[in-house]
Nanobody
Framework: QVQLVESGGGLVQPGGSLRLSCAASRIIFSVYTIGWFRQAPGKQRELVATINVGSNTNYADSVKGRFTISRDNAKNTVYLQMNSLKPEDTAVYYC???????WGQGTQVTVSS
């Protein structure tokens, strides 16, 4: 049973925007913190942002002011709105529920002119 499913990645020019979606199973969405992580080629996977069931958020310093994480309770979905994208944001982005160990399959984001 698939617990976390990402969508919304793609190719975008520097300065552009993308919105990623993470559709979660109902139990995970309603109980656990969900976050976005990313892994660039040759680098370790790193935290991007998290949101808990009370909609409290946490961001990596590298994305503060550019990325916004949010949740839609009616759709059991967590979003990552990414603005002012930079080439260094290029990575595979993963949805993750840390307290459960579940990961999504990942979605590629490429920022390039």
């Amino acid at each position: 049973q698939v617990q976390l499913v990402e969508s919304g990645g793609g190719l975008v020019q520097p300065g552009g925007s993308l919105r990623l979606s993470c559709a979660a199973s109902r139990i995970i969405f309603s109980v656990y913190t969900i976050g976005w992580f990313r892994q660039a080629p040759g680098k370790q996977r790193e935290l991007v942002a998290t949101i808990n069931v009370g909609s409290n958020t946490n961001y990596a310093d590298s994305v503060k002011g550019r990325f916004t994480i949010s949740r839609d309770n009616a759709k059991n979905t967590v979003y990552l709105q990414m603005n002012s994208l930079k080439p260094e944001d290029t990575a595979v982005y993963y949805c993750h529920a840390p307290q459960t160990g579940y990961w999504g399959q990942g979605t590629q984001v490429t920022v390039s002119s």
